[in-house]
């Protein structure tokens, strides 16, 4: 394959033109990278260089203007537009940039189309003047407004121009508009300079005008990268462009075009792949790399038809792929430093001096931040995260973080003190920050050279915004201080150093203009993609656009459709990879060139679906082989004693045992922001156990029963507060739920008088009863205790009752067993009815009543009729008769299947094997 500039400098050469007296003129700058390596390999003699520009820096040459920045652009127009309003009428800066940047980017359009400002902007005036909703008199104010402003749109534009060029700075449009104006004195002082230009297709008429002024005056020859299958084809957008100049400029009435070449119907491989997501398509771009011969690699492009791929791509390609040039940069946003000032800024959007704890989590938890909080081996960002958790935190204080960070409050101060919506302060808190962190850094300057570099790009760019503010004093507030962040951040990059001619080339659709590749890979080849589609960001109507000559989304496709067929004219192999997966935000259905290509019929498209390889769904559970230090583990778990919870945990599923009780691993805890179930749960045990404490061994009566409900409002309240510490009951769910606890406790009182009044006596035996008793096992060397606490035991009617409180709703069905065998292998029916057994069982061990004994539990959320629920011991599944006596065969039958699954945990033999539950 000869590349389109190889084949531009052979025709040079074979002309014997003077290269060294040349001025090559190319569509960027990384295309004039690629034409000095043609060079040195096709000039045999030493010669000095020629110059070599893209068309932006011969431009700004003409011009004697330098390209001011967006940021820059905006604050200049800001100043002219509150010169030019009258005051009742002016947007504050935050209002004035959401439609500022708009009306740039149409001036910016208006002079690079070489546009007369006032026929545009009087035809502007006249449409509004014509489609105002109101054409009744007078008109009301709004409609006044509404119109002077288009009337002022020449005043601002005439303004600004004149204000720019005094400055001489300007934004592109004005740049090419005075550089137009600058070429009849660029000729008359360079009178025998003479110009290439070499590989343009869209030009903007200022552009066109210079060039045929160049190629009039004979000191200009330009080279056209086009194949006669587009330009031949009227109807084809790839050569729109090029027709319309053969057409149109007077140069081609007398000379010919170079070149029309015929590379396109030469025999490609071009194969269209169709893949699921955007992950899915770098994923079988680096497989498709793998697959490649390393020789071809060094011919091999990767055009990224949708940018914000590169990093997955780069975490895509395979190991053999020694060298990669990466033309477009790492975009500061996407880098770990940004997300720091992100919620930084989010701190700031509405602080007052408490903060909600996931913002000040957020902060404390960045890498950048955990290493400048570490102080002596003390890490103070993790003190402070679990102070905030164990003490159940959701606002906390700026002077609260402070003190807990002892050493370290300068951190913590310009990292959580109030800015005071003043961007002077925010500038400098930012700017402090950064010192801070280069400091760190700076002590092992090797370890940290990506991190340093991210610190410094982040500190030009508050520079840039002091500077800004300095010399304009319009950012009024943190929020556009924020806005204006981010506007700089976008366009911002990080540059990937590298050798540009060496191995394989990645970019995006732009930075392929006039390069050529014998393998292309392109990647989001989608609608809104390639091509972009439709978008009017504009204040100029799409006819009025039309009749004055500025391109539309129809050109802006064109230029699109004119680089993808470039790719492909001397392309060998070709694979066009699109989603498959239609979404709003990242394109929709495959590309039209895609459907283009089809329809043409010039190329025999392979195409093909590609799908992960998905295995069939073969969970395989988690065995854990009980090997010697596991057993050991075992035998300590069982001497200290096992809890009922505990073993109906092993019944549900033996790996969580295993996690909880060998391993020892807890569940995190996070902040609760509305109360947990296990927080209620403990708050209503142990009111009820301040309640019924002072009546211990006595008879239950009413007048006791009235007494505790005057204090349940201040009981629950206190275990509230004690339990649920800092957090905030005075409002949302919290506060519903602190009544809902009262009401548990209030209906439960509510029952047990109802209970006394029917007649029936009851007597609180004990509260919260610590059990501990050791079982008989003699197949097992060592001891097994059972332990428990048992919520309450009271006598009614004489009757002994082992209670156990639920705050969850207990139906009667879950405390009934029909085989004594099911209770240690369904959890989901049986575990209520264990636990209670195994309290009871524990009791009678310990004291032996002689009384009848009866086990249950007490729902708060089932109340209803005899709301002591009791263990019932049923014949079969339908019968109606239960047995509710904790008899001693009861208890010998409970002991056996007891003995049976505590054999089965600590046998040796017996692998922990997770069970398939729903967590």
């Known amino acids: 394959m000869t590349s389109f500039l190889k084949e531009v400098i052979d025709h040079i050469q074979k002309e014997e033109t003077d290269i060294a007296n040349l001025t090559f003129i190319l569509p960027s700058k990384r295309a004039g990278t690629f034409l000095k390596n043609i060079l040195s390999q096709s000039i045999s003699k030493t010669i000095f260089a020629p110059e070599i520009l893209s068309i932006e820096e011969f431009v700004e040459e003409l011009s004697e203007l330098n390209y001011a920045t967006n940021t820059e652009l905006l604050f200049e127009f800001y100043k002219i537009y509150k010169e030019l309003t009258p005051e009742p009428q002016q947007e504050t800066f935050d209002q004035f940039s959401k439609w500022g940047q708009l009306l740039l980017q149409d001036f910016n359009e208006i002079d690079r189309f070489l546009i007369e400002p006032d026929y545009i902007f009087e035809y502007l005036k006249s449409i509004k003047e014509l489609n105002h909703w109101s054409l009744s008199e007078p008109q009301t104010p709004y409609i006044e407004n509404y119109l002077s402003f288009w009337n002022r749109l020449k005043v601002y534009y005439t303004k600004f121009k004149a204000e720019l060029i005094l400055n001489k700075k300007g934004y592109q449009g004005l740049v090419y508009r005075e550089a137009v104006n600058g070429i009849e004195p660029y000729i008359a002082s360079n009178p025998n300079k003479q110009h290439v230009f070499i590989g343009f297709n869209a030009l903007n008429k200022a552009e066109e005008r210079i060039i045929q002024e160049l190629l009039q005056h004979k000191l200009a020859s330009i080279y056209w990268d086009i194949d006669q299958a587009f330009i031949n084809n009227p109807i084809h957008d790839a050569g729109l462009f090029i027709r319309q100049h053969l057409k149109n400029w007077p140069y081609f009435k007398h000379h010919n075009i170079q070149w029309i070449g015929n590379n396109y119907s030469v025999?490609?491989?071009?194969?269209?792949?169709?893949?699921?997501?955007?992950?899915?398509?770098?994923?079988?771009?680096?497989?498709?790399?793998?697959?490649?011969?390393?020789?071809?690699?060094?011919?091999?492009?990767?055009?990224?038809?949708?940018?914000?791929?590169?990093?997955?791509?780069?975490?895509?390609?395979?190991?053999?792929?020694?060298?990669?040039?990466?033309?477009?940069?790492?975009?500061?946003?996407?880098?770990?430093?940004?997300?720091?000032?992100?919620?930084?800024?989010?701190?700031?959007?509405?602080?007052?001096?408490?903060?909600?704890?996931?913002?000040?989590?957020?902060?404390?938890?960045?890498?950048?931040?955990?290493?400048?909080?570490?102080?002596?081996?003390?890490?103070?960002?993790?003190?402070?995260?679990?102070?905030?958790?164990s003490n159940n935190i959701v606002t906390i204080t700026v002077e609260k973080l402070i003190g807990l960070a002892e050493s370290k409050q300068d951190v913590m101060r310009l990292l959580f003190q109030s800015w005071h919506n003043d961007p002077e302060k925010a500038l400098k808190n930012c700017s402090q920050l950064i010192l801070t962190l280069k400091a760190h850094l700076d002590v092992d300057k090797s370890k940290h050279l990506l991190a340093l570099e991210y610190l410094y790009r982040f500190n030009q760019i508050f520079n840039e915004l002091q500077r800004y503010n300095t010399k304009y004093a319009l950012i009024s507030n943190s929020t556009t201080l924020y806005y204006l962040y981010r506007e700089l951040l976008s366009s911002e990059t990080l540059d990937f150093q590298g050798e540009p001619l060496q191995g394989l080339q990645i970019m995006g659709m732009l930075e392929s203009r006039v390069l050529d590749f014998e393998t292309v890979i392109i990647s989001s080849v989608n609608?809104?993609?390639?091509?972009?589609?439709?978008?009017?960001?504009?204040?100029?109507?799409?006819?009025?656009?039309?009749?004055?000559?500025?391109?539309?989304?129809?050109?802006?496709?064109?230029?699109?459709?004119?680089?993808?067929?470039?790719?492909?004219?001397?392309?060998?192999?070709?694979?066009?990879?699109?989603?498959?997966?239609?979404?709003?935000?990242?394109?929709?259905?495959?590309?039209?060139?895609?459907?283009?290509?089809?329809?043409?019929?010039?190329?025999?498209?392979?195409?093909?679906?590609?799908?992960?390889?998905?295995?069939?769904?073969?969970?395989?559970?988690?065995?854990?082989?009980?090997?010697?230090?596991?057993?050991?583990?075992?035998?300590?778990?069982?001497?200290?004693?096992?809890?009922?919870?505990?073993?109906?945990?092993?019944?549900?599923?033996?790996?969580?045992?295993?996690?909880?009780?060998v391993l020892k691993i807890q569940s995190f805890e996070d902040v609760e922001e509305t109360v947990a179930a296990n927080t209620l749960g403990s708050v209503i045990h142990q009111t009820l156990e301040d309640f019924y404490t002072p009546y211990k061994g006595q008879f239950l009566t009413e007048a006791h029963l009235k007494q505790m409900k005057t204090l349940i409002n201040e009981s629950v309240t206190h275990h509230f507060k004690s339990l649920y510490k800092e957090g905030d009951m005075t409002k949302g769910k919290n506060l519903i739920i602190l009544e809902v606890a009262k009401r548990y406790v209030s209906n439960f009182i509510s029952k047990e008088m109802e209970t006394l009044k029917a007649g029936h006596q009851i007597k609180i035996i004990d509260l919260e009863k610590k059990l501990n008793i050791e079982l008989n096992i003699p197949e097992l060397a060592f001891p097994v205790h059972l332990r428990g606490s048992v919520d309450r035991i009271d006598e009614f009617d004489g009757t002994l009752r082992i209670i156990d409180y639920k705050t969850g709703k207990v139906s009667q069905g879950q405390v009934e067993i029909v085989e004594w065998e099911d209770m240690t292998s369904d959890y989901t029916k049986y575990s209520k009815s264990f636990q209670i057994l195994a309290y009871a069982y524990m009791l009678n061990e310990t004291e032996r009543f002689a009384q009848p004994i009866e086990a249950g539990i007490i729902s708060f959320k089932n109340l209803q009729g005899d709301y002591f629920l009791k263990f019932g011991k049923k014949p079969s599944a339908r019968s109606r008769d239960k047995e509710h006596n904790i008899s001693p065969e009861t208890l010998e039958a409970f002991y056996i299947e007891l003995k049976k699954l505590i054999l089965e945990i600590c046998n040796s033999d017996l692998d922990f094997i997770e069970k398939d539950v729903e967590h």
Do not use: C
């Open 267 to 389: 025999a490609k491989d071009i194969h269209t792949i169709a893949v699921p997501k955007n992950i899915g398509q770098v994923k079988y771009i680096g497989a498709l790399l793998d697959s490649l011969p390393l020789a071809d690699l060094k011919k091999t492009a990767v055009v990224l038809g949708d940018e914000t791929l590169l990093m997955p791509l780069l975490n895509s390609i395979p190991e053999k792929v020694e060298a990669i040039n990466i033309t477009m940069g790492l975009p500061l946003k996407s880098v770990p430093l940004a997300s720091l000032f992100d919620a930084l800024f989010k701190v700031q959007k509405n602080h007052t001096n408490e903060l909600y704890y996931k913002d000040v989590v957020a902060i404390l938890s960045h890498a950048s931040i955990q290493s400048v909080l570490t102080h002596n081996n003390i890490n103070y960002s993790s003190q402070i995260i679990n102070y905030i958790q």
């Open 527 to 661: 609608e809104g993609i390639l091509p972009a589609g439709k978008s009017t960001n504009s204040f100029i109507p799409f006819d009025v656009k039309l009749e004055n000559g500025l391109p539309t989304y129809k050109e802006k496709d064109a230029v699109y459709t004119y680089h993808f067929y470039r790719l492909l004219q001397r392309a060998k192999n070709v694979y066009i990879i699109y989603n498959t997966e239609p979404d709003v935000l990242n394109g929709g259905e495959k590309s039209r060139f895609i459907t283009q290509l089809q329809i043409e019929n010039i190329h025999a498209i392979k195409h093909s679906i590609v799908v992960p390889k998905v295995e069939v769904a073969q969970k395989s559970p988690i065995i854990i082989t009980k090997t010697e230090s596991v057993s050991q583990q075992l035998q300590q778990v069982a001497t200290n004693g096992f809890s009922p919870s505990s073993l109906t945990n092993y019944i549900r599923n033996p790996i969580d045992f295993y996690y909880q009780k």
